[in-house]
């Protein structure tokens, strides 16, 4: 299992793991009739708008995991509306076809996904962190962390957050290891946090 910086051949092991670990951290396959749509909405946009903050975790069966994130997630979030939704939308129309998680992810596409506002100035960039099982539990997802932590030290991005959905208690564990704190709660799960400007 070796750790790598993206290159544009991961891009269909990311959307792989992305649908297998897109249930609350198990395998969402069966819950899409198309298996592009969870990487459309939270796997492929990162490397394409900055392959520099995008890694990950390879063996001979191919891509088991990655991290993928962005340093400013509100030029992030315009940068999509620009460059990636506008395909995506023409792509797949409304109302949609499929499986209720289906038309919930085409929906998502038509509205977007707005930054979360209420944390940008301290923290900007935001990041997904998915290994599939046989990448669990030996340390890959902290070298992950370790890495995008150190390259938006080197471009001084003062922090770094992410949502978590409440269910997930073994990535809320993992999350609080590898240094993150809880800013909020809402339905929809937990908003982390990572201060980058302290030691
Ligand atoms: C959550 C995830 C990224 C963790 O990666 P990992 O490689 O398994 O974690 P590591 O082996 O690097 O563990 C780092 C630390 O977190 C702890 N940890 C990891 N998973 C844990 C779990 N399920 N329960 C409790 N602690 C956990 C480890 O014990 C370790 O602690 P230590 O370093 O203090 O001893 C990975 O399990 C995963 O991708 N899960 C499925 C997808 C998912 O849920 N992604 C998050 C969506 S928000």
Known sequence: MELRRFARCDLPGLYRVCLRTGAVGQDATDRYTDPDLLGHLYAGAYPTADPALSWVVRDDRGVAGYLVATA???????WQEE???PELRERYPLPGTGTEDDLRAISTIHAGQPPRTAVLDRYPAHLHIDLLPRAQGSGMGRRLIDAVVTE???R???GLHLGVAEANTGAIAFYDRVGFSTESRDDAGRLLVMDLTTA
């Open 72 to 78: 400013d997630s509100a030029a992030f979030a315009a």
């Open 83 to 85: 460059h990636w939704w």
């Open 152 to 154: 938006l030290r080197a």
């Open 156 to 158: 001084g991005v003062p």
